[in-house]
């Protein structure tokens, strides 16, 4: 069983992502993991992309797509995959096909998971930080017993950059712009799976079970 996964940030992909590989032994094919990894080893791949890394700069389609194709030749991966953070534009996803037709496989869902922009923004912007060990707290989901202090070691809690509201909405702006051309693609395909990401993580991914279950029955 091979799988996309899309979604905004803040839609919970992550968390999506490990009850997929919990339930179906399949593994988390993370983009940014991956490249951690060959930087890490020392590929030739590897070190391809922490010259751009070093610089400051995105890592290019190529680099990208070739570490890809090295991590879906893992033994791991025989019995399927989810791809997370891969491909976000078009070029990667035809890319992404070359690819699979080369180990004779082929993607069997794209499972999307859609929440309306005001209830990301939300769940983005209510985000606190303790400035002094990390621990992450919600204004609304998972507030501090204390408002401001964390509850673990008393450190004041801020708002991270990221997670204002102006820097959420170009982000969600851009992550549109980008992934629009992917759900037409996989549409035409027939392998788009839209599933409803609001309300309690179980009742998602039930949803998704769904759909992955109806391959298998």
């Known amino acids: 069983m091979n799988l996309i996964l899309l979604g905004p940030p803040g839609a919970g992909k ?5 009850m997929i590989v919990e339930r179906y032994h399949i593994p988390q ?24 890394m070093d610089q400051g700069q995105l890592v290019p389609d190529e680099v990208v797509i070739g570490i890809i194709e090295e991590r879906l030749k ?3 991966c025989d019995s399927g995959f989810i791809l997370d953070g ?25 499972i999307s998971i859609e929440v309306d922009s005001e209830e990301l923004i939300c769940r983005l912007t209510g985000r606190r930080t303790c400035k ?13 017993k204390k408002e401001g202090s964390c509850d673990r070691c008393g450190g004041s809690l801020y708002q991270r950059e990221d997670d204002k509201e102006e820097t959420i909405r170009a982000r969600l702006k ?3 712009k980008q992934t629009a051309p992917l759900v037409q693609y996989y549409q035409v ?10 309300g309690d993580k179980d009742q998602i991914f039930e949803q998704i079970a769904r759909v992955l279950n109806q391959k298998a029955s």
């Open 189 to 198: 395909k027939n392998r788009l799976r839209p599933i409803q990401g609001v």
């Open 132 to 144: 002094n060990c990390g621990a992450m707290f919600h204004n609304l989901f998972h507030p501090p």
């Open 86 to 110: 891969f491909p976000r534009t078009l070029a990667q996803t035809e890319a992404l096909q070359s690819i699979l037709a080369k180990f004779s496989k082929s993607i069997d869902h794209v």
């Open 74 to 76: 893992s033994s791991d």
């Open 174 to 176: 851009e992550y549109q």
């Open 29 to 52: 094919i993370s983009t940014g993991d991956i490249l951690r990894v060959a930087v890490r080893e020392g590929t030739p791949l590897g070190k391809r992309a922490k010259s751009f």
């Open 14 to 18: 992550g968390t999506q992502a490990q």
